[in-house]
């Protein structure tokens, strides 16, 4: 019994992690962003999705895992654009990083 909780609770651990080095991933995408390096920062916005893509869902709370979702299908729709103002972009990703952030517990 003791082997299968502790199982369960390093699954559930990966999966935080998981969400959290997508977090990263998001913030680190603003930075490039706020660089104006456009290439590097949907590179970025690519690896942030993906690595959501690999959180197990069914290892966290059903309101993160809720939240997740929607944070990964609006990330998936995002195609960040040369423009000479970036504010609005930037909002986008904040807001999600910001509901990723609190849906984690941040």
Do not use: K
């Not at 690595?51 to 990964?72: F, I, K, M, Y």
């Amino acid at each position: 019994a003791r082997s299968a909780d502790a199982e369960a609770t390093a699954a559930r651990l990966e999966a935080r992690l998981n969400a959290y080095q997508g977090l990263a991933l998001l913030h680190r995408t603003i930075l490039d962003l706020d660089a104006r390096n456009f290439g590097t920062a949907n590179q970025r916005l690519d690896a942030a999705a993906a690595t959501l893509t690999r959180v197990d869902e069914d290892r966290l709370d059903p309101g993160v895992a809720r939240e997740l979702q929607a944070v990964r299908e609006e990330l998936a729709a995002l195609d960040l654009r040369v423009a000479e103002d970036l504010a609005g972009q930037r909002a986008t990703l904040a807001g999600l990083a910001e509901r990723l952030d609190g849906a984690l517990g941040g």
